[in-house]
């Protein structure tokens, strides 16, 4: 990345002019070897962007095929500052993949040089935005009430548009961005009218709920937010959704895993026992439907086969991709053996970290496959 007359990159709202050039030597993900673009960068993230290794957004000139088989002009680099395998991003887009969310976003590792410095390993990711091959919806017109609309549930709500459910549920409208008051009404009315149904599921044994929302897709979430015991994960932080003309509310993609899987201090997050989101706000009311607690145990055991093996034989590739990358990455940020917030355990080599983050997997994933399949669940 060069920037227009060196200038830095100090601004989450201001993009910088810049020149992009993107290399595969080894034409393991293109056809050509690099590719040099025109286009504008900015900061990007909340917490993240504090952090001394800054995460970016790329908005290209022109769409470009970068890495992928989709030619788009958005894109993100990852800092993954807390995450000192610098995987666990890349890892959870494995495991949303296996679990079949309608969009993964494409995510894998490279090296970042700013200006002619090297600023480390980075994961270079599609960015979350309306696109046929990324979020594929319709978005409502003004005229067109009922959607689509995709949405995030985003304590900061630092969208233009956001609101609270009857339930303090925060959310935000991504698109459209600036919709009216009345698609304003529509939308809230339906997340108030789903909460006011998963009132009832445990006293009345009413699961009308079921009408406000595709079950499917709420479980492939729960899974992948279990299996990673992801402290944003909670339907307060980081959580996307689509409301689609006709369709009701459905979990589309995840997001926002750099803490996951035993890299957090908060209580109890360090451990691979233990529920995240058994009874969690939503959750917790939905498992009284016994219909619905069933779909959980077979959807799990339908991909616990997966899980126990593809994802460890893709960590293992992504580890052989490194080939070295993240010992430059340690010489530049040296914080090997450092606590970074919000680390619980920090190891003074890559390898134990990198055998950190398998163990734990192994073992919470082995944790869950007991507790769903007792008769305690």
């Known amino acids: ?21 993107f290399e595969d030597p080894s034409r393991f993900y293109t056809d050509e070897e690099s590719l040099e673009v025109t286009g504008r960068i900015k900061g990007r993230g909340n917490t993240t962007w504090g952090m001394p ?16 088989r989709w030619g788009n002009k958005d894109w993100i680099l990852l800092a993954n500052y807390s995450d000192k395998t610098l995987l666990r991003n890349i890892m959870a887009m494995e495991i949303s993949r296996i679990c079949g969310m309608s969009w993964t976003p494409m995510m894998l590792s490279v090296e970042v040089y700013l200006n002619g410095q090297y600023q480390g390993v980075y994961a270079f990711s599609d960015h979350k935005e309306i696109a046929g091959h990324r979020v594929n919806i319709e978005v409502a017109t003004e005229t ?10 985003e304590e900061a709500m630092d969208e233009p548009v956001c ?24 939308v809230k009315a339906w997340f108030d009218g ?5 009132e009832r599921v445990q006293g009345e044994h009413d699961y009308a709920y079921r009408s406000y929302i595709d079950v499917p897709s709420f479980i492939n979430y729960y899974i992948i ?48 026992e233990g529920w995240q989101m058994r009874y969690v706000k ?8 016994p219909a619905f607690k069933k ?26 991709l490194m080939a070295g990358a993240e010992s430059r990455n340690f010489d530049r940020w040296q914080i090997l053996g450092v606590k970074v917030w919000p680390n619980y355990y920090y190891f003074p080599t890559y390898e134990e970290e990198y055998a950190f983050l398998k163990e734990f997997y192994e073992a919470r994933i082995a944790w869950l496959n007991d507790q769903i399949n007792s008769s305690e669940f």
């Open 1 to 21: 990345i060069t920037t227009e007359g060196g200038k830095p990159i100090d601004s989450k709202e201001n993009y910088v002019n810049a020149t992009f050039r």
């Open 53 to 68: 290794k800054k995460p970016y957004r790329i908005k290209l000139d022109e769409k470009a095929h970068v890495f992928s």
């Open 144 to 153: 067109d009430l009922e959607g689509g609309y995709y949405l995030e549930l």
């Open 163 to 186: 609101f609270k459910t009857v339930w303090d549920t925060p959310v935000m409208f991504h698109e459209p961005e600036y919709p009216t008051e009345a698609q304003q009404k529509y």
């Open 194 to 198: 789903f909460e006011h149904a998963l």
């Open 225 to 272: 937010q279990e299996i990673t015991k992801n402290p944003d994960g909670n339907v307060r932080k980081s959580t996307y959704l689509t409301k689609e003309k006709g369709k009701p509310l459905e979990m589309y993609h995840v997001w926002d895993f750099d803490i996951t899987l035993g890299n957090c201090d908060y209580t109890n997050f360090e451990k691979p």
């Open 282 to 289: 939503w959750y917790n009311q939905m498992f009284f439907d």
């Open 295 to 320: 779909a959980v145990v077979d959807r799990w055991n339908e991909l616990y086969p997966t899980l126990c093996t593809q994802v460890i034989a893709f960590l293992d590739r992504q580890h052989t």
